[in-house]
């Protein structure tokens, strides 16, 4: 019985190579063999050359890094944990104390937090800029600012901003930029090549994005990329990630790299269904405003328009609605409990359609002046019919009339 444990342990059996299927393998490990001790001292990791800790990489990870560098435009690509985790590698990569960083007034909220506690309890300072004002955020940049955040579309109220003179202004004041790329997705616009043939090139340095919205598409996954061009950049990042031992599960990759295939599909159809619902809701007198670059009407429209192009699945899935101010929170939250089809949760870009009401007003320095007075909530819409969503929102405004 002995030797039979060890044999089932050390078995000799090796399945034949050639194997070839739709999914690539999913490799899992926390040790890696390595064939001798010369081989264990000179394999390196931080190239992808080689496998050295399941921390480091295996296969599986390997090719979802790849194929999101690719989608993107990227050269390199890191995992990690969320989109909040790959938000958080680049400030702990980049910034030192004394140090200072840009965001948009209406960047992602987590991101607002991570720098007004754990950075500004570092030495790290921040300033918040007017996200439809390129002169606003350079007349904030000094000789302190190290990193300044970019956000297309703005999180929740969805402003577009003139992403390109944003960034030209930041290449030549030498600050780097990171864009939180979780609603373009690779697929609005093109991150790191913004303006085709323009030399130098017009793009950010550094792209962030939450795979667990589009390129997951379940609902069911957390996880987060953090892509770059620049090596040298890159491997600063990779270092840090290697010192705080960020690491992702390889059945999330696996489930990630299922789903990746069918990502512009579905974007497209998020889009297109999104588009419909948004201007639908135009003609709703409860609505005072409908916010979605699409829109003519909506701020920063053209922004979009130039950057993106326009066409279908060029707009995410996302729309808000600023209520009239006559109707209180608490009827903004009995509108948004009646709704049916939509449920209340967080995230989005899987195949539920979901809702959330906003009290914009704690999530801003101010009232945007591009908004009108009222309450926000915001529609993320999943891949049901377009006229039962309509029909779900048609029946729950009957609680405001």
Known sequence: MTERITDLIHHAYQPPGGFEAPQPGVFKASTVFFPTVAAMRSREWKDKTAYTYGLHGTPTSYALEERLATLEGGAQCLLVPSGLAALGLVALSLLRSGDEVLLPDNAYGPNKSLVEGELMGWGITHQYYNPMDPEDLEAQISSRTKLVWLEAAGSVSLEFPNLVEMVRICQRRKVLTALDNTWGAGLAFAPFDMVPGASPAVGVDISAHALTKYPSGGGDVLMGSVITRDAGLHLK?????????????????????????????????????????????????????????????????????????????????????????????????????????????????GPISLVVPYELETMRTGWPAHLLPGTLVRFSIGLEDVADLQADIAQALNVLR
């Open 237 to 349: 990042l990779k270092l840090t990630h290697m010192r705080f031992g960020i690491g992702v599960g390889m059945n999330d990759v696996e489930l990630v790299l299922r789903s990746l295939p069918s990502i512009a599909l579905r974007y497209r159809a998020h889009d297109v269904a999104t588009r419909s619902l948004a201007a639908w809701a135009q003609t709703q007198p409860e609505f005072v405003q409908v916010l979605h670059p699409a829109l003519e009407e909506s701020p920063g429209h053209a922004h979009w328009k130039a950057l993106c192009g326009g066409a279908e699945g060029t707009a995410a899935g996302l729309f808000s609605v600023i209520l009239d101010k006559r109707f209180t929170q608490a009827q903004t939250d009995a509108f948004c409990d009646a709704l049916k089809l939509f449920r209340l949760g967080y995230s989005w870009g």
